[in-house]
């Protein structure tokens, strides 16, 4: 059981807020961190790894306080494997070596290797490797200590849909063989959706929400037959009438609004493409 109830004061977009973080997650659980950009998720992680120290509060894994008062226990004694949104590698180091320096086992980081389909890549050097092979060696390393807690800081944004789709895939599968728990910061909701057991809502540093992904995401589709997040690219008037161009999921899609509909919506806006029917319909989002 992970159990984070605490305090920090941090600098936002829109000047100070506190991050006020109770909840708590069960061992073995895949659970994400969802909201805003500038709302504290990232922090969580950091907090709970011990890459940061909290204001005040109380940190508790599996019954060992890592952080309680003025006492914290250092980063490496707190039995976490940490996935950057940027990998964190050593440029200058094989993809061998990367794992070693993490830990030196060699039978694990072949073992590892063999899972995530890197053995070929063994002495390779990471500025040679692709953003997916890239991934899956931090993922290797993150895993060679063989943590209680993983923690993934949007590892997954940067990458194609194919690629993305194959490392989700990874993911399940070492959540299932390791039943070590996740914590996941994403702003994909599907996946979300694919991965996770329960949904942390995160809002200008509180909790707003503990929900199954179904309960958070579905019930934003009320008596829609059918439901997309889209960004508006572009919008023009012609007569009556706007058309809205929108993207959903890499693809264009062209949308007529009347005036009504129109009204309040920009260029750059996030919205919910949705049909009843077949009338089609835009509804903005907030800046999650």
């Known amino acids: 059981m992970i159990k984070i109830d605490i305090k920090k004061r941090l600098n936002g977009a829109n000047g100070e807020f506190v991050l006020n973080?109770?909840?708590?997650?069960?061992?073995?659980?895949?659970?994400?961190?969802?909201?805003?950009?500038?709302?504290?998720?990232?922090?969580?992680?950091?907090?709970l790894a011990g890459f940061e120290t909290p204001d005040s509060g109380e940190i508790v894994v599996n019954?060992?306080?890592?952080?309680?008062?003025?006492?914290?226990l250092p980063p490496q004694k707190r039995n976490i494997g940490y996935l950057f949104q940027d990998?964190?590698?050593?440029?200058?180091?094989?993809?061998?070596?990367?794992?070693?320096?993490?830990?030196?086992?060699?039978?694990?980081?072949?073992?590892?290797?063999?899972?995530m389909d890197?053995?070929?890549?063994?002495?390779?050097?990471?500025?040679?490797?692709?953003?997916?092979?890239?991934?899956?060696?931090?993922?290797?390393?993150?895993?060679?200590?063989?943590?209680?807690?993983?923690?993934?800081?949007?590892?997954?944004?940067?990458?194609?849909?194919?690629?993305?789709?194959?490392?989700?895939?990874?993911?399940?599968?070492?959540h299932a063989q390791h039943n070590i728990s996740i914590i996941l910061v994403s702003?994909?909701?599907?996946?979300?959706?694919r991965l996770c057991e329960r949904v942390y809502v995160v809002d200008d540093g509180k909790i707003q929400s503990a929900l199954s992904p179904k309960e958070l995401f579905l019930k934003q589709l009320g008596s829609q037959k059918l439901a997309f997040n889209a960004k508006i690219l572009e919008l023009n008037e012609s007569d009556s009438v706007s058309v809205a161009i929108v993207?959903?999921?890499?693809?264009?899609?062209?949308?007529?609004?009347?005036?009504?509909?129109?009204?309040?919506?920009?260029?750059g806006d996030d919205v919910m493409l949705s049909a009843k029917a077949f009338a089609m319909s835009l509804k903005k989002l907030s800046k999650f």
Request: glycine letters at 6%.
């Open 118 to 174: 890197l053995a070929l890549l063994k002495n390779a050097k990471i500025q040679k490797l692709s953003g997916g092979q890239k991934q899956r060696v931090a993922l290797a390393r993150a895993l060679m200590r063989d943590p209680e807690i993983l923690l993934l800081d949007e590892p997954l944004s940067a990458l194609d849909i194919k690629t993305r789709e194959n490392l989700q895939e990874y993911l399940a599968k070492i």
């Open 187 to 193: 702003h994909d909701v599907a996946e979300i959706y």
């Open 63 to 72: 019954g060992v306080k890592f952080y309680s008062g003025s006492k914290s």
């Open 21 to 47: 973080a109770n909840l708590q997650i069960n061992r073995g659980e895949f659970v994400c961190l969802y909201g805003k950009s500038g709302s504290g998720k990232t922090t969580i992680l950091r907090l």
């Open 87 to 115: 990998y964190a590698l050593f440029d200058n180091m094989s993809v061998y070596k990367n794992l070693l320096y993490a830990k030196n086992d060699t039978k694990k980081a072949d073992e590892l290797l063999y899972k």
């Open 247 to 267: 993207l959903v999921a890499n693809q264009l899609c062209k949308v007529v609004l009347s005036q009504t509909e129109a009204d309040g919506l920009r260029v």
